[in-house]
């Protein structure tokens, strides 16, 4: 068996060489020889970002139960050591056992955001891999894609061979087996596309033809929309169904979590308590991608927590959802957690401040009083409406009311500029909001509150995606983003606020990459071979380069961006059925326009469609129970 | 009231690919090792508590260490054999701890105690030949300076040092080892990768610094003539 071979000094020469040595706690050791199913799972950026991602630990762990695969890691290298890798040809290689990634059965790529996709290439070249599906041959891996960003595929689609819709738990087992069978009847890797589309969540773009209208579409100078997505051979679906885990108490989960060497991002275990999100909010993809709503049960839980804690000895683990405050055990998951367990920290994404919260986070940071972090979205409550985000302002108000007399100092409020119907009023009502919390902080006794106070108000732009109620969304343009920064900026005079603001131009082009087609490949390629990776490092995202790129491609802004898509416009990714109807979704836009909000699932069912494509799921459950 | 601490000084040698992790990371490892073999730490007082644990003089990254030393302070009391056997089954590869001893209330720690170090430097066999002549023009040098980035009050400044005074000896012990013994103290600490880059300059090999593979053997005090290991300095138990 071939092992690549990197010689000390490289390891000694590139930055934090412990992202490229492997062997940590939990890394798992099989004898490759006889394995007759070979993975490489790449998260596609720095492996301290990439070894953060629970999903990646999930799948890595879920593959690796079966003993015929040996899944092992793979990730960006950093562009030191990539310097380093084509100077001395050093192939890209997999950290458990250094074994060359183009000699891997299989390439599995995760898409957790669309400012990783120069590095897929860059992956794919450094491992010597054909970037273009089409240029593989049997001695190629199969290269595979998935995860929320997934749901568009057609910006990757010229590069993938195969992508998996949805939650990888359930059909992969099968895919892997069906690939031993394959291999041992001495059947050739590109032949096995065709053997696993009746699975369901398998779409192969080389299976599917796009054809795009005549005439340039309305809003754009010379760009048409497509006309149809079809299927060019029978046995590929005109329909791709999303994969779901039917109940996550039966489901799989990593309770042996590899524990890196250098400090991740989130150095912590991490439990993933529900999946899903009964919110609506219109901007959000992974509301609805991650549908239907599903609980772990809290025992469940606390089960999994116990040998968690005892596989990593991690001193911190995270509790994880889409929204925390849904989980309907919370308060006991965490008083049971922390009498089992007095000395690990508990960490709290995304939750609402209440004399509840606050009080448990108290106990928690054991005297460390952190910041607190409020998404409120928007600046009034009628644009609030619009996103539908059910956040209040004096919810808002009174969570810092009692923040600021417990002792805490520091507030973060997080906003979209650029959401669609936003008006200069919308925008005030951001610095506003500032100021009313600075006044909550001036009207509380001196001797009741924290010394001092910061507020900091983050904006980041508005990015339609797809699968959300806003992916008719016009976008607006770099200059339009820079005006309303400007604006808002002028608005915050107050050295206790202090105001923070995103790049517009990365957000143009992540609404390119998002809400592209198979036409927008070209621009990924171009870019990377201007050079373009870790785009969404701020250090190594090149600008000009993109802007070059842009231009080379003759891609349309105007057409991809700018303009409001028409209702009966076809998606590029409308032959990925995601469970949640595109008429709802329809109607949530036409609501959001009107400024009409809609109840949360747990409230009211408003009919998304998920009801009538799967069988599981909190929308279920309550049916039943009203049944 | 302080409660009642175990103090253990622990050996431990740090190996294979492991010396690619840096001592902040190494911190880490045996924090959780400890934590995952159920072995509790006593933590400090105060705003940030953390565990008490304390190591000797770190190892520069890409170096390899034999005897390294480690001191825990224990919620409870452990069997000093079982203490070691715990957490080696908790310790990744390259990682292994070998020997523990109780440490008496008042014992000063390894870190103030190290005096010197003695490292075998593994050179490229292939110029063995040349070694002997290259050892004598570099221990000839009147002064062996390196440069290195120093703070000074706060802004980084290059700095050139005189780091022959810490030279204690340099001789080859086989065709193409040598063996150092150096300063190594909280004050002053010699780091080899730095003498060896002066070495293959003055050789006329540069492009040969970072060939050689450097293991620090033991960290030693030196009391009147004699030289004892840190871990002599306490008594079996």
């Given at each position: 068996m071939k092992r690549v071979s990197v010689p000390d000094q490289v390891l000694l020469q590139v930055e934090k060489p412990a992202r490229y040595?492997?062997?940590?706690?939990?890394?798992?050791?099989?004898?490759?020889?006889?394995?007759?199913?070979?993975?490489?799972?790449?998260?596609?950026?720095?492996?301290?970002?990439?070894?953060?991602?629970?999903?990646?630990?999930?799948?890595?762990?879920?593959?690796?139960?079966?003993?015929?695969?040996?899944?092992?890691?793979?990730?960006?290298?950093?562009?030191?050591?990539?310097?380093?890798?084509?100077?001395?040809?050093?192939?890209?290689?997999?950290?458990?056992?250094?074994?060359?990634?183009?000699?891997?059965?299989?390439?599995?790529?995760?898409?957790?955001?669309?400012?990783?996709?120069?590095?897929?290439?860059?992956?794919?070249?450094?491992?010597?891999?054909?970037?273009?599906?089409?240029?593989?041959?049997?001695?190629?891996?199969?290269?595979?894609?998935?995860?929320?960003?997934?749901?568009?595929?057609?910006?990757?689609?010229?590069?993938?061979?195969?992508?998996?819709?949805?939650?990888?738990?359930?059909?992969?087992?099968?895919?892997?087996?069906?690939?031993?069978?394959?291999?041992?009847?001495?059947?050739?890797?590109?032949?096995?596309?065709?053997?696993?589309?009746?699975?369901?969540?398998?779409?192969?773009?080389?299976?599917?033809?796009?054809?795009?209208?005549?005439?340039?579409?309305?809003?754009?100078?010379?760009?048409?929309?497509?006309?149809?997505?079809?299927?060019?051979?029978?046995?590929?679906?005109?329909?791709?169904?999303?994969?779901?885990?039917?109940?996550?108490?039966?489901?799989?989960?990593?309770?042996?979590?590899?524990?890196?060497?250098?400090?991740?991002?989130?150095?912590?275990?991490?439990?993933?308590?529900?999946?899903?999100?009964?919110?609506?909010?219109?901007?959000?993809?992974?509301?609805?991608?991650?549908?239907?709503?599903?609980?772990?049960?809290?025992e469940k839980v606390l089960a999994l927590c116990d040998e968690i804690m005892k596989n990593t000895g991690y001193d911190e683990i995270s509790f994880t959802s889409l929204s925390t405050d849904d989980y309907p055990w919370l308060e006991e998951l965490m008083t049971e957690f922390h009498e089992k367990f007095p000395h690990v920290a508990i960490s709290l994404p995304s939750l609402r401040v209440d004399a509840f919260s606050l009080g448990l986070m108290e106990k928690l940071a054991e005297g460390k009083k952190s910041g607190l972090t409020f998404a409120a979205e928007a600046g009034t409550q009628r644009l609030r409406d619009v996103i539908n985000k059910g956040l209040t302002e004096e919810e808002i108000l009174g969570g810092c009311q009692l923040a600021f007399t417990g002792g805490w100092d520091k507030v973060k409020l997080y906003f979209m500029l650029g959401l669609p119907t936003e008006t200069e009023e919308d925008i005030d009502g951001i610095a506003k909001f500032g100021y009313k919390i600075l006044d909550t902080w001036n009207n509380i006794p001196k001797e009741q509150r924290s010394r001092d106070v910061q507020i900091t108000v983050s904006t980041s732009f508005f990015v339609p995606k797809a699968f959300s109620a806003f992916q008719w969304a016009p976008q607006s343009t770099a200059q339009d983003y820079l005006d309303k920064q400007q604006f808002l900026n002028g608005r915050i005079r107050n050295r206790k606020i202090r105001y923070n603001c995103h790049d517009s131009f990365l957000s143009t082009l992540e609404g390119l990459l998002a809400r592209g087609d198979r036409r927008t490949s070209k621009l990924i390629y171009l870019a990377w071979q201007k050079g373009c990776r870790f785009d969404s490092w701020s250090d190594h995202f090149n600008e000009q380069a993109w802007k070059e790129a842009i231009e080379e491609s003759g891609l349309e802004l105007d057409y991809y961006n700018h303009r409001e898509r028409p209702a009966d416009e076809i998606f590029p990714w409308d032959m990925i059925d995601y469970g949640v109807s595109k008429q709802w979704l329809r109607r949530e836009y036409e609501k959001a326009l009107q400024g009409i909000s809609t109840p949360n699932c747990q409230e009211h069912c408003s009919g998304c469609g998920m009801m009538k494509f799967t069988d599981c799921g909190l929308c279920f459950s309550e049916r039943r129970g009203e049944e | 009231?302080?409660?009642?601490?175990?103090?253990?000084?622990?050996?431990?040698?740090?190996?294979?690919?492991?010396?690619?992790?840096?001592?902040?990371?190494?911190?880490?490892?045996?924090?959780?090792?400890?934590?995952?073999?159920?072995?509790?730490?006593?933590?400090?007082?105060?705003?940030?508590?953390?565990?008490?644990?304390?190591?000797?003089?770190?190892?520069?990254?890409g170096v390899t260490g034999k005897k390294e030393y480690m001191e825990l302070q224990l919620a409870a009391d452990w069997n000093n054999q079982e203490l070691l056997d715990a957490l080696n089954a908790q310790l990744p590869?390259?990682?292994?701890?070998?020997?523990?001893?109780?440490?008496?209330?008042?014992?000063?720690?390894?870190?103030?105690?190290?005096?010197?170090?003695?490292?075998?430097?593994?050179?490229?066999?292939?110029?063995?030949?040349?070694?002997?002549?290259?050892?004598?023009?570099?221990?000839?040098?009147?002064?062996?300076?390196?440069?290195?980035?120093?703070?000074?009050?706060?802004?980084?400044?290059?700095?050139?040092?005189?780091?022959?005074?810490?030279?204690?000896?340099?001789?080859?012990?086989?065709?193409?080892?040598?063996?150092?013994?150096?300063?190594?103290?909280?004050?002053q600490n010699l780091k080899p990768d730095r003498m060896m880059k002066v070495f293959w300059e003055t050789a006329g090999h540069p492009e040969l610094a970072g060939q050689e593979a450097i293991c620090r053997i033991d960290l030693y005090r030196q009391e009147g003539e004699a030289m004892l290991t840190i871990m002599q300095l306490l008594a079996e138990n």
């Open positions: 040595i492997g062997g940590e706690v939990n890394s798992i050791r099989k004898d490759p020889e006889n394995i007759p199913v070979r993975i490489a799972f790449c998260f596609p950026d720095v492996y301290e970002v990439g070894m953060s991602h629970l999903g990646t630990q999930l799948l890595y762990g879920d593959f690796n139960r079966n003993d015929n695969v040996y899944c092992e890691r793979v990730f960006a290298p950093w562009p030191d050591m990539e310097a380093k890798m084509r100077e001395l040809n050093i192939p890209l290689y997999t950290l458990e056992t250094f074994t060359p990634v183009k000699d891997m059965d299989f390439l599995a790529f995760t898409l957790q955001y669309e400012m990783s996709f120069t590095n897929i290439l860059n992956v794919l070249d450094l491992a010597g891999i054909p970037l273009y599906a089409a240029d593989r041959t049997d001695e190629d891996p199969i290269v595979i894609a998935g995860g929320p960003t997934a749901s568009n595929p057609e910006v990757l689609a010229p590069f993938i061979d195969f992508f998996y819709m949805g939650e990888g738990e359930v059909s992969y087992k099968e895919i892997f087996d069906r690939y031993e069978a394959h291999k041992a009847s001495g059947g050739h890797r590109r032949d096995f596309l065709s053997k696993i589309l009746d699975l369901g969540p398998i779409y192969v773009p080389a299976f599917y033809d796009v054809e795009y209208n005549d005439e340039p579409a309305a809003g754009a100078k010379y760009t048409p929309s497509i006309r149809s997505i079809t299927p060019n051979r029978p046995d590929a679906p005109a329909k791709i169904r999303k994969d779901i885990v039917a109940n996550l108490d039966e489901s799989y989960y990593p309770t042996k979590l590899i524990v890196p060497y250098l400090q991740s991002v989130h150095d912590r275990a991490v439990m993933e308590i529900f999946r899903g999100c009964v919110h609506g909010c219109r901007f959000c993809q992974a509301g609805q991608v991650y549908k239907p709503v599903r609980f772990r049960s809290k | 009231m302080n409660p009642i601490r175990y103090q253990k000084r622990i050996t431990f040698s740090k190996e294979g690919r492991l010396r690619f992790i840096s001592h902040l990371d190494l911190l880490r490892v045996f924090q959780r090792a400890m934590s995952r073999a159920g072995i509790e730490l006593v933590f400090s007082q105060g705003f940030n508590p953390h565990p008490q644990m304390s190591f000797a003089q770190p190892l520069s990254l590869p390259g990682l292994q701890v070998w020997e523990c001893r109780n440490m008496p209330e008042g014992t000063k720690s390894a870190m103030a105690l190290a005096t010197h170090a003695q490292y075998q430097i593994t050179l490229p066999a292939e110029y063995a030949q040349q070694y002997p002549a290259w050892l004598e023009a570099f221990l000839q040098l009147k002064e062996v300076n390196i440069t290195k980035l120093a703070k000074f009050h706060g802004r980084k400044k290059q700095v050139t040092m005189d780091i022959k005074p810490l030279i204690q000896s340099l001789e080859l012990s086989d065709e193409h080892t040598l063996t150092l013994w150096c300063i190594c103290s909280n004050e």
